[in-house]
């Protein structure tokens, strides 16, 4: 099993996701083009700690750069759901 977090990626969700991606992620799972890219979309927001301490900034400006929160997490329920059933089969 390979270990993508942590490490090198850190919180970047984007190249995270790229790295799994690269590694067959769609052998297991499922992700629309749309929940992909909110997560891609969503990568700065989770690296700088915004989602967790919202920024001032953002909130005066409406959180422009915010992701589809509904993509996000129907993207969350595909990953964990295979996830489970990956840890399950092993």
Partial sequence: MVELA???FGHRLDEL?????????????????EQSEAIKFGSDYYS???LEYPAL???????PK???T????????IL???KQ???QSA
């Fill in 6 to 8: 942590g490490g090198v």
């Fill in 80 to 82: 964990v759901s295979c």
């Fill in 57 to 63: 900034s953002e909130a005066v400006q409406g959180y």
């Fill in 17 to 33: 996701l790229d790295e799994a991606n690269r590694l067959g992620l769609n052998e297991f799972v499922a992700l629309t083009a």
């Fill in 70 to 77: 509904e993509l996000l997490i129907s993207a969350g329920l």
């Fill in 66 to 68: 915010m992701p589809d």
């Fill in 85 to 87: 059933r990956y840890v």
């Fill in 48 to 50: 700088n700690k915004i």
